[in-house]
């Protein structure tokens, strides 16, 4: 809320999108991922953006680039993926 605003203010929303390249280890990026998913709560106190991010929408089915094989893996350990 700002102040003297008492209403909602409607606005749009951005994508949270975790950048790397296929060349990385899959053991490496699978890790991280596995530690984002562990940590989640954790996770998302580190910027406001995150606070109302879901596991469940970690993998958007419009994504903009492939996910790395390692993700792949970690996402699926969690259920997250088929």
Do not use: Y
């Not at 958007?60 to 680039?65: E, S």
């Amino acid at each position: 809320m700002v102040d003297g605003n008492l209403d909602d203010l409607e606005t749009f929303g951005t994508q949270t999108l975790l950048v790397t390249s296929v060349r990385r280890p899959d053991a490496l990026i699978g890790a991280v991922v596995t530690a984002v998913l562990e940590n989640f709560t954790d996770f998302r106190r580190l910027h406001p953006s995150l606070f109302l991010l879901k596991t469940d929408s970690l993998v958007a089915n419009d994504a903009v680039a492939p996910l790395h094989p390692g993700a792949i893996r970690s996402f699926r350990t969690a259920g997250l993926l088929r």
